[in-house]
């Protein structure tokens, strides 16, 4: 089964800091280039960052030095590093692997996670 499921999400104080993991299965995780995304309350989804096949990474301005992206091909999982957190980091992430490839089937799907939500407040 194709499959993207996040977990790490929960409350943090501002400053403080929060791993969020997202686990594939149903994919060829070692070639699929993947993002995190972020939906606050009534605001659009935007890109937080993306890793490629080969390590690559690439972030939003709003999170640049703050969050760190990496992935582990042999566990089949990414991870999003948020440090510094902000209350406006607050937010449902999800991971999304834009042209993932299914093991069985072998066509290219665009895969993505429930969501977890993060919650920066004192």
């Known amino acids: 089964q194709v499959q993207l499921v996040e977990s790490g999400g929960g409350l943090v104080q501002p400053g403080g800091s929060l791993r969020l993991s997202c686990a594939a299965s149903?994919?060829?995780?070692?070639?699929?280039?993947m993002g995190w995304y972020r939906q606050a309350p009534g605001k659009q989804r935007e890109l937080v960052g993306n890793i490629t096949s080969y390590g690559s990474t690439n972030y939003a301005d709003s999170v640049k030095g703050r969050f760190t992206i990496s992935r582990d091909n042999a566990k089949k999982t990414l991870y999003l590093q948020m440090n510094s957190l902000k209350p406006e980091d607050t937010a449902v992430y999800s991971c999304?692997?834009?042209?993932?490839?299914?093991?069985?089937?072998?066509?290219?799907?665009?895969?993505w996670g429930q969501g977890t939500l993060v919650t920066v407040s004192s």
């Open positions: 999304n692997s834009p042209r993932a490839i299914d093991i069985i089937s072998r066509r290219l799907l665009d895969v």
């Open positions: 149903g994919i060829v995780f070692s070639s699929a280039a």
